[in-house]
């Protein structure tokens, strides 16, 4: 059973289930096609049938190769851990960038990105101080050259 | 294109500020083309937010630039630290490396610039002649022949990949993100999954920000930070004078003219074709020049016309993949699908009329392509050349750690929502396992720009025609496109087998 739960079975059949969801909901609008009209829900159902069967190739290939071969225990690399931070990281960003602001969020965000890059943590002040420039410059590079402005905790 | 908007397309780069963003995209595109994992597209495309608050001639002349300089830099660490900073490089760095381990780095990048420059401006300069004939043919297609056009690019797209089931379902994961909002043709809202915030669908910019920069800064979590910083103490070991990127002029002859105007061509073709991009345009250049030498045992030992047939090739794409671009709304690599993107950030809708309505916006961007290529030389050789062995030495941390920002920032600042900064990020990590899995991200790209103009053009026709599909085998246009894709359906796959063929033997 094990064998089966490779990442060559388990993303396409992710996709198979994010397609099945995605016509689901489309067809909660409308038919797809009404008086010989296509409608709103016709160009998604094309999209799911193109996509699907190329899904089901991939999956039922997968299937097969995982039953001729035996079932490898896959090399865990440590740094896989890191692209999950980097994910969180972003997420908390992106979280609190709306509640907390620019200025409190972004410098937290861009050490804790340099801390995660790095292969250990070292040379903090030094990461201190590259965070102070980043963020410095890129505050200045989007709201007085680009004219954007971003949520501030006193605005 | 008139002599009257050629001048004032030329006016118009050359005013101050124009020429300072054209200057900074192409430095720009030379630290992102130069370090490995870095791309013109992904440059391109964490540009893209900041272009809002520019008039659109100014975006895309600050594009042009980073295009032909992120192409060009490629060859920098392929002939320094032989690792290709973009896969159009791998050629230079069999005859660049074999170079440099002579001693002759500097001057094997000066060929590199050279010929880049040559093949960036003659590429440049056949776009401008041959758009207009384009256009004309283009402004004969009608609504059915243009769902077959779009359909022709898409099948290409997925013709190209590796594997095309993959692709298939890449597109279609980029097609199902085009479809969700308001349905355009009768103005009701679909697929929101219950979202309020996606009635208004989901915009370019986080699709392209999510798939390319997104995925990628995740990506760079797995890069081993000393391993990187090894590239640097290997390239830090270099050190080039001015005088040394000067090839002599003996040398150039020995390259010969005839190479740099047959790589031109044949780049600029190959651009022309959509999907088939820089690296294929340098492996067939490569072998033509290698077949048609008085000295073929020379390519691979270091020969310097082995260097300027593909960096000549892959910088005249640039110029070629701009034509179906810009006449029939096809991009013809991934840099080119990002910047239709920059096209409707600004509303236009890309397709055969765009050249006839918009052309006096566009110009600039035809003049800043070719300075962009022109500059390369003095700029190179002249002023940076010795510099940009220093571009492998920038601190890795800082770089991706403000791309980081950088990159979710500029969601925010095309959409002002934090819903759809969400939305980027989880579009980048559904891109990151989907690439490490191998399926590609540029016809998920294309799906996103393409696919809402395939959903009008097929549904206008079916509704004209009371569901008819046999429309799109009558019109002439359309059965013509049609055709066209099943040619390439058996052609290009032949192609790709031979120019991989070409860099297996080198």
């Given amino acids: ?148 402005n971003f949520p501030e905790i006193w605005r | ?212 920069a997104i995925s990628e800064i995740i990506s760079q979590a797995l890069v081993s930070n000393a391993e990187y910083e090894k590239l640097g103490e290997a390239a830090n070991k270099l050190k080039f004078k001015r005088k040394d990127f000067f090839p002599s002029l003996k040398e150039l002859k020995e390259v010969g003219i005839l190479t740099y105007i047959k790589s031109t061509i044949i780049g600029f073709f190959i651009g022309v074709l959509p999907g088939a991009g820089a690296s294929m345009a340098s492996f067939v250049s490569y072998a033509t020049a290698q077949s048609s030498s008085k000295t073929p045992e020379k390519f691979g030992t270091g020969y310097p016309a082995g260097i300027a047939a593909p960096e000549c090739a892959n910088n005249a794409v640039c110029g070629g993949a701009l034509v179906p671009m810009l006449t029939l709304g096809i991009p013809g690599d991934g840099t080119t699908a990002v910047l239709l993107g920059v096209f409707l950030v600004y509303g236009i809708v890309p397709g055969p009329n765009l050249l006839t309505t918009r052309m006096a916006e566009l110009a600039p961007m035809y003049i800043a392509l070719f300075v962009s290529a022109a500059i390369l030389m003095p700029l190179s050789l002249y002023l940076f050349g010795p510099y940009y062995l220093k571009i492998v030495r920038i601190n890795r941390l800082v770089l991706y750690s403000a791309i980081s920002l950088a990159a979710i920032l500029g969601v925010y600042a095309a959409t002002a929502s934090v819903f759809q900064m969400g939305i980027a990020l989880a579009v980048g990590v559904a891109m990151y396992f989907l690439k490490k899995e191998g399926y590609p991200p540029v016809p998920f790209i294309l799906g996103v720009i393409l696919g809402p103009l395939c959903e009008q053009y097929l549904r206008t026709t079916l509704t004209l025609g009371q569901g008819n599909v046999s429309v799109f085998f009558t019109e002439p246009d359309s059965l013509f496109f049609l055709v066209l894709t099943v040619v390439f359906a058996v052609w290009l796959p032949r192609l790709n087998k031979k120019s991989e063929t070409a860099a297996v033997k080198a």
Avoid at chain 1, 36 to 56: H, K, N
């Fill in chain 1, 1 to 148: 059973m094990k064998k089966y739960l490779s990442k060559d079975v388990l993303t396409p059949a992710g996709v198979l289930v994010f397609l099945i969801a995605y016509v689901f909901e489309a067809m909660q609008n409308s038919a797809p096609i009404v008086n010989g009209v296509p409608q709103e829900s016709f160009f998604p159902l094309i999209i799911f049938i193109a996509g699907a069967i190329a899904d089901l190739f991939l999956l039922v290939s997968a299937f097969k190769n995982a039953k001729e071969t035996e079932a490898v225990a896959e090399e865990k690399n440590p740094r896989n851990l890191k692209a999950l931070y980097v994910v969180i990281a972003a997420a908390a960003f992106i979280f609190l960038f709306d509640l907390l602001g620019f200025m409190i969020v972004a410098p937290i965000f861009v050490f804790a990105m340099m801390l995660i890059y790095d292969d250990r943590p070292q040379q903090i002040p030094k990461k201190i101080l590259f965070t102070i420039l980043i963020t410095a410059v890129i505050y200045v590079l989007y709201t007085q050259v680009f004219d954007i």
């Fill in chain 2, 1 to 212: 294109m008139d002599a009257q908007m050629v001048l004032n397309a030329i006016m118009q780069v050359c005013e101050p500020l124009s020429l300072l963003y054209l200057f900074i995209g192409f430095f720009v595109g030379v630290i992102f083309g130069a370090m490995p994992g870095l791309t013109s597209t992904l440059a391109i495309a964490l540009l893209l937010p900041m272009t809002y608050s520019m008039p659109l001639s100014r975006a895309l002349v600050m594009c042009m630039g980073v295009y032909m300089a992120g192409i060009y830099s490629g060859c920098i660490t392929a002939i320094t630290i032989n690792i290709p900073g973009t896969p159009g490089a791998v050629m230079t760095s069999i005859e660049g490396h074999a170079m440099m381990k002579r001693g002759e780095g500097a001057k094997a990048i000066g060929h590199a610039t050279i010929a880049s420059s040559i093949g960036g401006a003659v590429g440049a300069l056949l776009l401008i002649f041959i758009s207009p004939l384009a256009v004309k043919l283009a402004l004969m297609v009608r609504t059915p022949g243009k769902f077959s056009l779009v359909f022709f690019a898409l099948i290409v797209m997925v013709i190209i990949s590796k594997n095309k089931y993959k692709a298939v379902v890449a597109l279609a994961f980029g097609l199902a993100c085009a479809t969700i909002g308001v349905d355009k043709l009768k103005t009701v809202s679909r697929l929101t999954f219950g979202f309020t915030q996606l009635v208004e669908g989901i915009d370019t910019t986080t699709l392209i920000v999510g798939a390319f």
